[in-house]
């Protein structure tokens, strides 16, 4: 037997439940026992753990040993199992060139050895490796199947950490979890955003399952999650109701899902300093007023220039201005007019319940359209000609869901401006921007009648009211 001084141990479980690394232990202690009943000389151990040989992942040690054996640094391997080298033949063939080259020919496992330099020892490790390729496939095929059955069912996935707002056993809502979900959703319609919730999330200690803080994907991501409102998902689709109680309703579920999901949604933006952006307009052109300020103050400006285009005659201070604005706001909320609007016998109620439901039913004909013509029973000129009759009535549907919907950050505070304006310097600046805008449509702001003239001039605002 041959005497080998710097051998290779090289290690891998494809799947760590527990992540104790319990499989990796006792490969690597069969394999130590091994290499030592020949009297070889373990140089180092390379170990991949949770890591697929099938899947066809970087597995960072398997090409780390690889390029130490081209090298001439290994003159062995002792492996647990064929398969724990390669699931591929592509894989096994590539390793066997680098073992030729080397000159390496002692790759051994606990079942046998494999010389590479004999044809038929050759021949015996390329049908292992296609097989354990076939095995890999097969299994992969009855995972997918079985998944997919668990979610055809209604029960919960259980590998993975558990989703936020529930207990371990994916069911029962969480005591602690499931009211912060739901504050988080509520404060979401009324128009706060994603980075506002996230620092009341950290300034709370509230912290992820998995014990991080929460940042804005992450906090999008749950409350744009299916789950949340008691649907089962499986590979990113809703396929049916889950066996447990929603957290949120349905209907604000799909009012999150447009707000957060809108493409046309601005991220990673600075932080905002005017109240009235995009409601403002010029009195001379009609062109919109934009951030100016002058000398350390805010101001608001019809900007001149290329990418502007405005006449540059407009220009007011932004505290005075937001002051009345906010007040005519406020004092609006109190208004027998919108009351009116917004509480008018529920019907919005209704509207939006059967918006929502249209909305599913056209987003769920649009996956069963895809499943038709992927299964050839339909051409993809027909599946075109549906698609697009389809996808226009979604369209459709889903912007008078926002119009319909757009009231909820204004909806708590109907008659009750008085309460509101006490409260109105202790609000996240995101909830004050979307009650603005939820009650002014635009202010148009007309030229200085007497230029350099100090406060505000209330002839100069011309208010529109959303109706």
């Not at 062995?76 to 080397?102: G, N, S």
């Not at 499986?234 to 889950?242: C, D, K, L, S, T």
Request: proline share 4%; with cysteine.
């Amino acid at each position: 037997m041959t005497k080998r001084a710097a051998v290779a141990v090289y290690a891998r479980i494809s799947q760590d439940r527990s992540g104790e690394e319990l499989g990796v232990r006792r490969q690597l202690a069969d394999c130590r026992a091994e290499a030592e009943r020949r009297g070889w000389t373990v140089a180092e151990e390379y170990v991949d753990d949770d890591s697929s040989a099938f899947s066809g992942k970087l597995r960072p040690a398997y090409e780390r040993m690889v390029s130490d054996l081209a090298d001439g640094r290994r003159d062995a391997v002792v492996v647990w199992h064929m398969d724990r080298l390669h699931r591929r033949p592509i894989e096994f063939e590539q390793f066997v060139e680098v073992c030729k080259r080397a000159g390496v020919e002692d790759v051994v496992t606990l079942s046998g050895d494999v010389d590479l330099a004999k044809g038929d020892g050759l021949l015996v490790a390329r049908v292992v490796a296609a097989f354990s390729a076939s095995e890999s496939e097969a299994k992969r095929r009855r995972g997918a199947r079985k998944a997919l059955e668990i979610a055809e069912s209604g029960r919960p996935m259980m590998g993975g950490p558990r989703p936020f707002g529930f207990l371990d056993d994916r069911v029962t809502h969480h005591p602690a979890e499931a009211p912060v979900v739901r504050e988080l959703a509520a404060r979401a319609l009324a128009g706060e955003t994603l980075i506002s919730l996230s620092t009341w999330l950290q300034a709370s200690g509230v912290r992820t399952v998995g014990g991080k803080e929460w940042r804005t994907n992450t906090v999008r991501q749950l409350l744009t999650n299916p789950r949340s409102w008691g649907m089962r998902v499986h590979r990113g689709q809703v396929i049916g109701p889950g066996l447990w109680e929603p957290i949120i309703s349905p209907e604000d579920g799909e009012r999150l899902r447009r707000l957060l999901l809108d493409p046309a949604r601005r991220t990673n933006r600075s932080a905002r300093r005017y109240l009235l952006t995009g409601m403002l307009e010029c009195g001379k052109c009609g062109g919109r007023l934009y951030s100016t300020p002058k000398d350390g103050k805010r101001r608001y400006g019809c900007a001149m220039g290329p990418d502007h285009r405005g006449c540059g005659g407009v220009f007011i201070y932004a505290e005075m201005l937001e002051q009345f604005i906010t007040t005519a706001v406020l004092y609006r909320l109190d208004s027998p007019v919108m009351d009116e609007v917004l509480t008018g016998g529920g019907q919005d109620d209704e509207r939006v319940r059967d918006l929502g439901e249209a909305i599913k039913g056209d987003t769920d004909r649009l996956d069963d359209l895809a499943a038709t013509w992927a299964d050839g029973e339909i051409s993809k000129a027909e599946w075109l000609k549906a698609r697009s009759r389809i996808q226009a009535r979604l369209e459709a549907n889903r912007a008078e869901f926002y119009r319909v919907t757009h009231r909820d950050a204004v909806a708590a505070y109907v008659g009750r401006g008085d309460e509101l304006r006490g409260q109105w310097d202790g609000l996240a600046f995101s909830r004050q921007v979307a009650i603005v805008k939820a009650v002014l449509a635009k202010a148009t702001i007309l030229p200085a009648a007497v230029p350099g003239r100090r406060g505000l001039d209330p002839d100069r605002v011309q208010p529109e009211w959303r109706l």
